[in-house]
């Protein structure tokens, strides 16, 4: 005879630096039958335990977590997860916010509205965005020439494979280590044109 399958209370408890203590999250968390810890920034969802756990849960598993900003940092970080577990019919529960708990209806409405607010979000930037560019243009100081010469990069190719670290070879160029990279990989500006 085939038992349903009990679900698991699975924790997760994160702080951003090591010298940061996990203790108040994991007495928060109270009893669980599978914990995650980790001391890693938020600032993106690439961290190894939390990872981990999206692998680990199943259907019917509760994932406890003591408030959303330890889950992400972001709203659009913090949706994405929610819909990861979705799929694996995961529940969501956090201590200091329950009116986010997918098991509840107030809580699927909450994290609907917060969808939305990112939606509207990201909308409002592209189109702030655009309106910066096309003002910039009109001034004639848009400039979306490469700061960097193909012998430039050529040259910062060079000076990496000799282990001179990116942050210098930018510095000597007077241009951000983001560009720097940008045109190491052949992206943004630097992206080659068909």
């Known amino acids: 005879m085939a038992t349903d399958h009990k679900g ?5 408890a994160r702080v951003s630096t090591a010298d940061q203590n996990l203790d108040r999250q994991l ?3 109270g009893d669980v039958d599978r914990i995650f810890t980790e001391k890693a920034s938020g600032k993106d969802t690439r961290r190894p335990e939390l990872q981990e756990m ?3 849960v199943r259907d019917g598993d509760t994932v ?3 408030s959303p900003d330890r889950l992400a940092r972001s709203t659009v970080d913090l949706l994405g997860l929610v819909e990861k577990l979705r799929t694996k019919s995961v529940e969501l529960e956090f201590i200091d916010n329950p009116a986010l708990n997918t098991a509840s209806a107030q809580g699927e409405f909450m994290l609907t509205i ?3 607010v990112a939606q509207l979000e990201r909308a409002m930037i592209r189109e702030r965005q655009a309106e910066g560019i096309a ?3 009109k001034r004639g ?5 490469p700061k960097i010469t193909r012998d430039q990069i050529k040259d910062a190719r060079s000076k990496i494979e000799m282990s001179v670290p990116v942050a210098v070879i930018a510095r000597q160029l007077g241009v951000a280590r983001s560009t720097l990279y940008a045109a190491l ?3 943004g500006r630097y992206a080659p044109t068909p």
Not at 8 to 12: A, D, K, N, R, S
Not at 141 to 145: A, E, G, P
């Open 185 to 187: 990989n052949g992206t």
């Open 54 to 56: 999206l692998v680990y």
């Open 135 to 137: 003002l910039a243009k």
């Open 114 to 116: 917060l969808a939305a």
């Open 27 to 29: 007495e928060a968390l």
């Open 141 to 145: 100081v848009y400039d979306r020439t």
């Open 64 to 66: 406890r977590v003591k």
């Open 8 to 12: 698991q209370i699975v924790g997760y």
